[in-house]
């Protein structure tokens, strides 16, 4: 089993930056790609970014591209979501998942592993 813990998260203005963190812990030997979804209010959970571990290939959204950079530190099992130019849009719970298969997957459903979730607000 692999368990992600988030951070980060909370509350800025439009136009503000955000550093969300996510630390795997357990079989991360196992993991190949690790990224974030999230999930704004009445709205369903969406895929925003991921990296694969070993390549470093990356795939962002287009609604955030320009704006959020996906970074990873192997030697610490860590993956971090630097959020620039934040839009009141932006605003939801961020989720911090793993993946075990290869390849960047847009579907929440092929993601194995999922943190708690830290959530995001962006005041206008």
């Known amino acids: 089993q692999v368990q992600l813990v988030e951070s980060g998260g909370g509350l800025t203005q439009a136009g503000g930056s955000l550093m969300l963190s996510c630390v795997a812990s357990?079989?991360?030997?196992?993991?190949?790609?690790m990224g974030w979804f999230r999930q704004a209010p009445g709205k369903e959970r969406e895929f925003v970014t991921a990296i694969r571990l070993n390549s470093g290939s990356l795939h962002y959204i287009d609604s955030v591209k320009g704006r959020f950079t996906i970074s990873r530190d192997n030697a610490k099992n860590t993956v971090f979501l630097h959020m620039n130019s934040l839009k009141p849009e932006d605003t939801a719970v961020y989720y911090c998942?793993?993946?075990?298969?290869?390849?960047?997957?847009?579907?929440?459903?092929?993601?194995?592993?999922w943190g708690q979730g830290t959530l995001v607000i962006v005041s206008s």
């Open positions: 998942v793993a993946d075990t298969n290869a390849g960047i997957s847009l579907s929440a459903s092929d993601y194995d592993y």
């Open positions: 357990g079989r991360t030997y196992s993991i190949s790609t």
